[in-house]
């Protein structure tokens, strides 16, 4: 059956997102990497050739006039089945505040018996002179 959240349930669970943003890349399998809010198009060559482990890995072409990438990581995890998604992103008089949620898999859940490391990638629209704050939450 379909899950029925209160209204306070679900906005706890969905969060706020004031700005629009693109998932550029998650992945279960990503490379030690610290959460990293990146300001130019040679930090993001360098975060890909790390991610795939090769140096012509191609990065997507952002536009750091208009927007930041954030990349974050999480784990490692004895098993599959754990995520990461972007829960909020509020502007704040310091900046923009970004938090985002580590999914676990239900108990129930069939998962893959691998470590993995949960990754998310994301290009978020805000002015190059705003300061963006990530935090992590379970």
Do not use: C, W
Not at 98 to 123: D, E, K, N, R
């Amino acid at each position: 059956g379909a899950a029925v959240y209160s209204a306070q349930e679900h906005q706890e669970q969905a969060g706020r997102i004031e700005v629009a943003y693109e998932i550029l890349e998650k992945g279960s399998y990503g490379r030690e990497f610290a959460p990293a809010v990146i300001e130019n198009q040679a930090d993001l060559d360098r975060l890909y050739a790390l991610l795939h482990e090769r140096s012509d890995a191609p990065a997507p072409k952002i536009d750091f006039k208009r927007k930041k990438v954030i990349a974050v990581r999480s784990g490692p995890f004895n098993t599959g089945g754990y995520g990461i998604r972007l829960h909020s992103a509020v502007y704040t008089k310091d900046g923009l505040e970004t938090v985002f949620a580590i999914s676990a898999p239900s108990p129930s859940q069939m998962v893959t018996q691998a470590f993995t490391t949960p990754y998310l990638i994301i290009g978020i629209d805000t002015h190059p002179s705003k300061k963006v704050f990530v935090k992590m939450q379970r």
